[in-house]
Each structure stands twice: as C-alpha cells, then as structure tokens.
C-alpha cells in the first residue's frame, strides 16, 4: 500500500513562495517535481509521502545555494 500524503492551502501557498516562477525549470529545479505533482500539490490530491520529503529537501538545497534570491529569468 502506498503512503500517499496532501498539502494544506498554507502549505501549497509556502511552496509556491519558494518558487521564483510556475516553469518546468523551477519546478524540477526547486523541488525535483514534475508540472503533474505540482498539479496535484496545488489541487490538494494525494501524492507519495517520499516524494513530498525529496521535493521539501531539495527545496532547502536550493535556498542553502542561495536559490532563494535567485529571479527568474
């Protein structure tokens, strides 16, 4: 059985602040995710526990490289 886990408004809305833009480049770039997962993620249906905790990961990659004050291009 899969471990299937969704996101709350607020946490959607703290993702999608993590983004410096809704592209496929930030999406893979930023959480490791594809459009589809950050469909989803932004419909709140259930995506797989593992895949949620690479992509918030990821994420704190990015922003320790210094991704957060990055603007899109």
Do not use: N
């Amino acid at each position: 059985m899969l471990d299937l886990v969704t996101v709350t408004p607020e946490e959607f809305a703290d993702l999608r602040a993590s983004l410096p833009a809704i592209t496929d480049r930030y999406l893979f770039d930023v959480f490791g995710i594809s459009e589809t997962t950050w469909v989803k993620l932004r419909k709140g249906l259930p995506i797989k526990r593992v895949t949620l905790e690479r992509a918030l990961a990821k994420r704190e990659r990015w922003r320790a490289r210094g991704g957060a004050s990055r603007v899109a291009a």
